[in-house]
């Protein structure tokens, strides 16, 4: 008798699994009733004998379940005698009425999972334990199946349980065991839950069962089988998966896997290219992965489909592209599955920089603390004591979505509550703008690109007294640089003038002298004495030291009558340090006895250490190393975590001048790392100085003398004839030291030049005796004697110690 395709009186597909079993009392009717004995049987020759149960036949044609068995479904309609394609849509059907599709299609294969091309991930799997169950999370792309696979047995059973796909329920762990027998080759399967435990762990053996992508720590539970190894990939630890029934008890470790590191990228990616891992161009292509390996996969495909364009080309094209361009698909799902609570944190979050105050972002949203413990626990963000982070390639993407997802005012109103949160833990804390820099650079940058421009002068304005204390010279002037882009000179002096100080402070002359030249023209008060003084500070950079000291009387006087004992004190220790360089050694000591006054007299913490550690060079200029000690001990005593730069140098300068250079190597390392966080050029460039002639005591006379011309061309290129003629001086004595008496004398004479023009007479001194010892070097006695007694002279003239 022919049977329909479609049953009799059901044109539609079922809707329900109610609707499913009428369709096969339909068809069975159709086929003549036969007994479900009989089905059982005609099934089992369909299975090569394996006969199911005839009352697991029965339940597929009894309403009232919760789910059938999509196999048994297909087999009984095959036995019914509906044709293949329709039997198998039947059961297709069966799926997708036993819940959400992908949550219930669970796919289960046996075998070897390939673990060829895995790298970088060596340390990472020698530090995880052999224990029964391993969870391994991260990132969306960061490799964990990649990980799975080196973990696992060489017979291994792998189940895609695909939890974190949108929408997904948890998988029925019935319905994942019976496809793990049904993959090892089982054709007849129990329902019961204990039976399908007992069944699946008698067979599986000694092989590792790899769950992939598992959401639902209750549900892992019921799979957790004693005696059989796990490994599991999760978005989320599956927190309390070791206090679920059945679990507890058992070893469990969790491992995090985090991106890989650049030299491993690079390996990966060279290897996916068959490129060396050193070009330069693969190197580019490896910074905008992030580390991640599926978007270095990604970016291998797209050159291999582009077989003209060269790594350059390539790199040039991924450096434009957004750098989640790549990576959208896998972090839209990721973001889909979050609750819509979470979701905004995150967007939000985004809205200010990768790193930042997490109490910032609890200013922006109530719901922060909450969200950011569960975002955590997906990897999407990094909790770092009080800091948010997020990857590179996440906060882009994240980026993008904020400024689709919110309008306009919603963004303006979000960043100013985090404005107003900077703002006041500024004012609770000085240090505030220092130690949280990238969070006070990212609201600033989120306000501006929001068009809160007065927000923006704001906070410049009141990050930079911080930032100058910590001598952040290069983030003050990235903060300011935002804040005049929108002020008007006119209306906001005191950004430019700061802008001007920074630019003094980075050795960037010419143009600090510009800015202050405009502010002078407009400011009044203390704004026209802090010009002045800070137009005293650059003139004296550039060795003008008349301009200079003129400037800093100027900029005295007006604070004084302004009743401004701050810009005063400040402009009087800088009068009494250009009067040391000119080796006025006593008027110099005496105007930094009456600026360090003001100073302790109104707290100007940072004048005091300006004050004293310029009062060091002096006590060096004199011989007086156990006075220059004592300073330096206080200063470091009273610096806290601030990195001090110029203190360290003096340091270094002491010991190098009082003959100790063990102890001026070792402070050399502690300067230079506390000059390259402040990005302070006149340390730097001292430092670099120092370490040319340390390098040259250690009999590095190459390398001295290159790092010491370095400094020259940097001094001439910067304007400054007081770091030309120091440069100068310290690369003729390196000369001189290698041998080479004419170029000694050549560099000390062009020094010497330059220091008679600016009046620096201990510059002047210094190439005299170099002069002299070229001489003695060539043979000259008489000339050599001449020109040390003129070196001495002019240095007992100005009392300095190199004189007596």
């Keep these: 008798m022919a049977v329909r395709e479609t049953a009799p009186g059901a044109p539609h ?63 009984i309609a095959l036995a019914l005698g509906l044709p293949q394609n329709a039997a198998a849509a039947l059961g297709e059907r069966t799926r997708e009425l036993n819940g959400d599709r992908m949550a219930v299609h669970v796919d289960v294969q ?39 696979s080196l973990l696992s047995s060489p017979q ?48 599986v053996g000694e ?62 990616l060279g290897r996916l290219l068959d490129a060396s891992p050193d070009d330069p161009a693969l190197l580019r292509l490896v910074r905008v992965s992030g580390g991640l390996p599926l978007d270095l996969v990604m970016l291998a495909a797209t050159a291999a489909r582009s077989p003209d364009w060269t790594l350059a080309d390539l790199a040039e094209r991924f450096e434009w592209e957004p750098a989640s361009a790549r990576m959208r698909p896998a972090l839209e799902t990721a973001l889909a599955t979050l609750l819509p609570e979470d979701a905004e944190v995150l967007r939000l979050a985004a809205l200010i920089d990768r790193e930042f105050d997490s109490a910032v972002l609890g200013a922006m949203t109530p719901r922060a603390d909450a969200a950011l413990a569960r975002l955590a626990e997906r990897h999407l963000v990094t909790l770092d004591g009080a800091h948010v982070r997020m990857h590179a390639t996440v906060f882009a993407f994240l980026r993008e979505e904020a400024q689709a997802s919110f309008p306009a005012s919603a963004r303006r109103a979000a960043v100013e509550r985090a404005s107003d949160a900077v703002l006041a833990a500024i004012e609770s804390d000085p240090d505030y703008a220092a130690t949280d820099y990238a969070t006070v650079f990212g609201v600033a940058s989120a306000a501006l690109e929001g068009g809160s421009e007065r927000t923006v002068e704001r906070l410049a304005l009141a990050a930079h007294p911080a930032l100058a204390q910590w001598s952040m010279w290069a983030a003050a002037f990235r903060l300011h640089e935002l804040a005049s882009r929108v002020s008007a000179l006119e209306s906001a002096p005191e950004v430019a003038l700061n802008v001007a100080v920074c630019a003094e402070k980075l050795g960037r002359y010419d143009e600090a002298l510009m800015i202050l030249h405009r502010v002078r023209r407009v400011a009044t008060g203390v704004a026209l004495a802090r010009t002045w003084n800070q137009l005293g500070s650059v003139q004296r950079r550039m060795s003008r030291f008349d301009d200079a000291m003129r400037a800093y009387r100027q900029a005295a006087a007006i604070a004084h009558a302004e009743g401004d004992l701050q810009v005063e004190g400040r402009a009087r220790g800088n009068h009494a340090d250009t009067l040391r360089i000119v080796a006025r050694y006593a008027e110099a000591g005496r105007g930094y006895a009456r600026a360090l006054s003001i100073a302790e007299q109104i707290d100007d913490t940072l004048n005091v250490s300006i004050v004293r550690t310029n009062r060091v060079l002096l006590h060096i200029s004199l011989g007086r190393f156990d006075d ?32 100790d250079l063990e102890t001026a190597r070792r402070r050399m390392a502690i300067a230079e790392l506390a000059a390259s966080e402040a990005g302070e050029y006149s340390a730097t460039t001292e430092l670099a100085l120092l370490s040319a002639r340390l390098r040259a005591a250690d009999g590095d006379i190459t390398g001295a003398v290159s790092a010491a011309e370095a400094v020259l061309r940097e001094g001439m290129r910067a304007g400054s004839p007081l770091l030309e003629t120091d440069a100068g001086n310290t690369l003729a004595e390196l000369l001189l030291a290698a041998g080479d008496a004419e170029g000694a004398v050549r560099r000390a004479a062009a020094a010497e030049e330059v220091a008679e023009a600016t009046g620096d007479l201990a510059e002047i001194a210094r190439g005299r005796a170099v002069r002299a010892g070229a001489a003695q070097l060539r043979g000259d006695a008489q000339e050599a004697a001449a020109l040390w007694e003129s070196s001495r002279e002019l240095y007992r003239r100005i009392g300095h110690r190199l004189g007596r």
């Design 110 to 148: 046996v075998g070897r999972r390939d673990a060829e091309g895995v790298v970088g991930r060596d340390r990472l799997v020698a530090g995880i334990p052999n224990a029964p169950i391993v969870i391994l999370t991260g990132l969306p792309g960061v490799g964990t199946s990649s990980v799975a």
């Design 628 to 659: 220059a000690e004592d300073e330096l001990a206080w200063l470091l005593a009273h610096a806290g975590e601030r990195p001090v730069p110029h203190v360290h140098a003096v340091l270094t300068s002491v010991a190098e001048a009082a003959g």
């Design 207 to 268: 092989r590792t069962i790899v769950l992939e992508d598992a959401a639902d720590p209750a549900a892992v539970a019921a799979l957790v089988l004693p005696g059989v190894r796990y490994v599991i990939t999760a978005r989320t630890p599956l927190s309390g998966l070791e206090n679920q029934q059945g679990v507890a008890g058992i070893p469990l470790h969790r491992t995090v896997v985090p991106p890989l590191g650049d030299d491993d990228s690079a390996a990966l």
């Design 156 to 203: 291994a059973i792998t189940v895609q349980l695909r939890g974190s796909e949108p929408g997904q329920r948890p998988a029925d762990p019935v319905e994942v065991l019976r496809r793990v027998l049904g993959a090892l080759g089982h054709r007849s399967m129990p329902y019961d839950l204990a039976r399908l435990r007992e069944r699946v762990a008698a067979e």
């Design 13 to 75: 597909e079922p809707s329900s699994l109610d609707e499913l079993s009428i369709r096969l009392g339909e068809l069975r009717a159709a086929a003549g009733s036969p007994s479900y004995a009989e089905i059982a049987r005609r099934v089992g020759e369909l299975r090569s004998g394996d006969d199911p149960a005839k009352v697991t036949v029965y339940d597929c044609f009894r309403a009232g379940r919760r789910r059938l068995d999509d196999a048994l479904v297909r087999d």
